[in-house]
Nanobody, 115 residues
């Protein structure tokens, strides 16, 4: 059974940095598309960033230039480096991976940015 385990969330002051990690277990197959989404209460989950197996990336306009997504294919792991954090980045962050045409999600990790 494929599981995605996230780590790295927490509380940080505005202007600070955090690095999220997400590793897949329970599969021998390499993920195709990997990504990060975030959600705040009462709002829809929104795309933050995603990265293809080949390394092509795209970002939400709100995080462009501040966040960086990367991956280690051999470890089926995806990272999200978040710099210059703002209070509006506060959310639960979820990783997602497409493995063998199925989409999997992590359990979510809370990121809170204080002003």
């Amino acid at each position: 059974q494929v599981q995605l385990v996230e780590s790295g969330g927490g509380l940080v002051q505005a202007g600070g940095s955090l690095r999220l990690s997400c590793a897949a277990s329970g599969t021998i197959f390499s993920a195709n598309l990997m990504g990060w989404y975030r959600q705040t209460p009462g709002k829809q989950r929104e795309l933050v960033a995603r990265i293809t197996r080949g390394g092509s990336t795209n970002y939400a306009d709100s995080v462009q230039g501040r966040f960086s997504i990367s991956r280690e294919n051999a470890k089926n792991t995806v990272y999200l480096q978040m710099d210059s954090l703002k209070p509006e980045d506060t959310a639960v962050y979820y990783c997602t991976m497409e493995i063998r045409w199925n989409d999997y999600w992590g359990q979510g990790t809370q990121v809170t940015v204080s002003s």
